[in-house]
Every structure is written in structure tokens, then in C-alpha cells.
């Protein structure tokens, strides 16, 4: 069966598992699918139980049967763009990337060129399709302005592997991040729910009514004075998870405006000077390790930090060291 086929996939609910909901029990079995989209699946006739249609709210029964169908892509209409990539690693399943701060990952609305997934249509073609037409290969994402690195699906099998991985924790992320402010600890943890901004719909915050479990492990790696370079490693993936817990924190990302990390009011006027090419949050994906999907074999990739945040640091660095 190629990928641009119909999947389909069968399961006998266990004792475990009886009273589940439909949806969460789908979300469940099938990594690449969230509770939203198997509500949509449902409701689309796509999932029977005992063969026939059922309710997202249906409560299961030990030993009913569950099938669920994938409907093939449609066309994405994605524009293959001959843009440069540094691979780090490529074989049949999976390519590691190291993105560049300012690439969109995946096409949508106002950007429909110039991201990742064009890049990497041009390159391979053969993406997984389980992310959906317009995110062919995304398994995990990183923000516009967070450089580092990213590990892409090439076939659907691969896809569900990572996926599996992302959702037990069993992958390990790591980023170097430069924030504004000291720290009185060498190391802590940040555990707080993660969901959108009660008021700024394009914010995420630490007080919505409905955030999601979040966790951030975070350690000083070097101190400036007025700037902390940390390294933080996180156990769960929401969106502008490591962002928000800093700026939560009142030690925001440097140059990230959205979360309190503007440097534009920054004192003495030089740190303004020194800072006026971070025109990004100063937060870079520096290390990736997870199982390859089809060999199990333990990878670890690691990416030096990009040019504009090595800059600033070095400058920090002898600022401090003239104190």
C-alpha cells in the first residue's frame, strides 16, 4: 500500500481500556492522530465500532471492535522551492535537519512559499502524509525564530514511529537559550499547563483556563550579569512551551517581544548596540536524540549555536569579563 492510498486500522478494545471515550481511545492507539482529529474522523463516518457508526462520546466495551479509515491526501498544491538545506542526515525513512531562524516550517495562511516542506519537496518529494497535505513530513515543529534542529518523516511507518516516540517522551530535546535577567539557582524546573492567552488569542500563557501539562528542565550554563545562557530540556512539546515558561518566570527569551524579551529599552545603551542583529527570540534547538524508527538504532544529533547568537554571547562574554 503506497501512502497515497486509504489506511486502515482495526483494534480490540482491551479490559484497560473499557469506558474510554471513542475519540480519546483513538488518540490513544494512533500517535498521529489527536483528539480533534479523530472527533473529525468520527464524524465523518470514518471510525465504526462493532461496523457500525458510533458518537465521539461512545463509551467502549471490553472486546468491541474498532476500525478506523484514513481517507487518502488530497493534492497539497505545495510549490516544490529549490531553497538550501543543511541535512545533517538522510537515509530511506527520516532526513535531520538544522533550520534556520526565519523559515516558516510548513505553508498556511500568508505563508505559502518559502518554508521547510517547499524547501523539502524539492529536495525528496517522498514526505510521509500522515501530518496532513500541507505538512508532509512534520512530525514536530519549531517557531519561525527558533533555529536548531528537526527530524522529518519520509515515509508513514517512520511517521507513526516518531510519533510514538514524541507522545511516550522518549524523544530528548535540548535548546540554548540566552534570557534576560539572573537566575539564583544553577538549575530548576518550570512545570506549569501551557495553553492559549485568555485575551491575546495569538499568545500562549501559563493562565489559560484550559492549558495542557508542560515541563521545562532548565540549567545555567554561563552567567553575564544582566543575561543568562541556559540550557533547557523539555518533556512535553507545546506550542512556545520554553518561551512562555521563561517569560512566566520574568526571565524571558532575548529578543523574543511577544513573551517581555524585547531589548529595545535595554541599559546601558551599548546592549542595545550589541543586540540590534537579534532580530529572533535568541533560542536555538541545539540538541535531538531519539530511536530510528525502522532500526532502533539510538541517534544524537547536536548543532552548534547560528552566527547572530554566538555574536551576542561573545560580546557578553568579554562585557563580563572586563567587569
Given at each position: 500500500?503506497?501512502t497515497q492510498e486509504e489506511t486502515l486500522a482495526e483494534f480490540t478494545v482491551g479490559p484497560e481500556e473499557q469506558?474510554?471515550?471513542?475519540?480519546?481511545?483513538?488518540?490513544?492507539?494512533?500517535?498521529?492522530?489527536?483528539?480533534?482529529?479523530?472527533?473529525?474522523?468520527?464524524?465523518?463516518?470514518?471510525?465504526?465500532?462493532?461496523?457500525?457508526?458510533?458518537?465521539?462520546?461512545?463509551?467502549?466495551?471490553?472486546?468491541?471492535?474498532?476500525?478506523?479509515?484514513?481517507?487518502?491526501?488530497?493534492?497539497?498544491?505545495?510549490?516544490?522551492?529549490?531553497?538550501p538545506l543543511a541535512i545533517l542526515y538522510e537515509d530511506d525513512a527520516i532526513l535531520v535537519v538544522d533550520k534556520?531562524?526565519?523559515?516558516?516550517?510548513?505553508?498556511?495562511?500568508?505563508?505559502?512559499?518559502?518554508?521547510?516542506?517547499?524547501?523539502?519537496?524539492?529536495?525528496?518529494?517522498?514526505?510521509?502524509?500522515?501530518?496532513?497535505?500541507?505538512?508532509?513530513?512534520?512530525?514536530?515543529?519549531?517557531?519561525?525564530?527558533?533555529?536548531?534542529?528537526?527530524?522529518?518523516?519520509?515515509?508513514?511507518?517512520?511517521?507513526?514511529?516518531?510519533?510514538?516516540?514524541?507522545?511516550?517522551?522518549?524523544?530528548?530535546?535540548?535548546?540554548?537559550?540566552?534570557?534576560?535577567?539572573?537566575?539564583?539557582?544553577?538549575?530548576?524546573?518550570?512545570?506549569?499547563?501551557?495553553?492559549?492567552?485568555?485575551?491575546?488569542?495569538?499568545?500562549?500563557?501559563?493562565?489559560?483556563?484550559?492549558?495542557?501539562?508542560?515541563?521545562?528542565?532548565?540549567?545555567?550554563?554561563?552567567?553575564?550579569?544582566?543575561?543568562?545562557?541556559?540550557?533547557?530540556?523539555?518533556?512535553?512539546?507545546?506550542?512556545?512551551?520554553?518561551?512562555?515558561?521563561?517569560?512566566?518566570?520574568?526571565?524571558?527569551?532575548?529578543?523574543?517581544?511577544?513573551?517581555?524579551?524585547?531589548?529595545?529599552?535595554?541599559?546601558?545603551?551599548?546592549?542595545?548596540?550589541?543586540?540590534?542583529?537579534?532580530?529572533?527570540?535568541?533560542?536555538?534547538?541545539?540538541?535531538?536524540?531519539?530511536?530510528?524508527?525502522?532500526?532502533?538504532?539510538?541517534?544524537?544529533?547536536?548543532?552548534?549555536?547560528?552566527?547572530?547568537?554566538?555574536?551576542?554571547?561573545?560580546?557578553?562574554r568579554e562585557r563580563a569579563a572586563d567587569k
Amino acid at each position: 500500500m503506497t501512502t497515497q492510498e486509504e489506511t486502515l486500522a482495526e483494534f480490540t478494545v482491551g479490559p484497560e481500556e473499557q469506558g474510554l471515550r471513542l475519540d480519546v481511545y483513538l488518540s490513544r492507539k494512533d500517535a498521529t492522530v489527536s483528539r480533534s482529529q479523530a472527533r473529525r474522523l468520527i464524524d465523518d463516518g470514518e471510525a465504526l465500532v462493532d461496523g457500525r457508526p458510533a458518537r465521539a462520546s461512545h463509551r467502549l466495551r471490553h472486546g468491541e471492535r474498532v476500525s478506523l479509515r484514513r481517507p487518502p491526501p488530497l493534492p497539497s498544491g505545495i510549490v516544490p522551492e529549490e531553497i538550501p538545506l543543511a541535512i545533517l542526515y538522510e537515509d530511506d525513512a527520516i532526513l535531520v535537519v538544522d533550520k534556520p531562524a526565519g523559515m516558516v516550517v510548513h505553508p498556511a495562511a500568508g505563508n505559502p512559499r518559502g518554508t521547510l516542506v517547499n524547501a523539502l519537496q524539492f529536495h525528496c518529494g517522498n514526505l510521509s502524509t500522515i501530518g496532513g497535505v500541507m505538512r508532509p513530513g512534520i512530525v514536530h515543529r519549531l517557531d519561525k525564530g527558533t533555529s536548531g534542529l528537526m527530524v522529518i518523516a519520509k515515509s508513514d511507518e517512520a511517521h507513526r514511529h516518531l510519533s510514538e516516540q514524541f507522545k511516550k517522551r522518549l524523544v530528548s530535546k535540548h535548546y540554548t537559550a540566552l534570557v534576560q535577567g539572573d537566575f539564583r539557582d544553577d538549575e530548576g524546573v518550570v512545570d506549569a499547563p501551557v495553553g492559549r492567552h485568555p485575551v491575546e488569542r495569538k499568545k500562549m500563557s501559563t493562565s489559560s483556563r484550559r492549558g495542557k501539562a508542560a515541563l521545562t528542565r532548565w540549567r545555567v550554563l554561563e552567567r553575564y550579569g544582566a543575561f543568562t545562557l541556559l540550557e533547557a530540556k523539555i518533556e512535553t512539546g507545546r506550542t512556545h512551551q520554553i518561551r512562555v515558561h521563561l517569560g512566566a518566570l520574568g526571565r524571558p527569551v532575548a529578543g523574543d517581544s511577544v513573551y517581555g524579551g524585547s531589548t529595545r529599552t535595554l541599559e546601558p545603551p551599548e546592549l542595545r548596540v550589541a543586540l540590534k542583529n537579534l532580530t529572533r527570540q535568541a533560542l536555538h534547538a541545539s540538541r535531538l536524540s531519539f530511536r530510528h524508527p525502522l532500526t532502533g538504532r539510538e541517534m544524537t544529533f547536536e548543532s552548534p549555536l547560528p552566527k547572530d547568537m554566538a555574536e551576542v554571547i561573545r560580546f557578553l562574554r568579554e562585557r563580563a569579563a572586563d567587569k
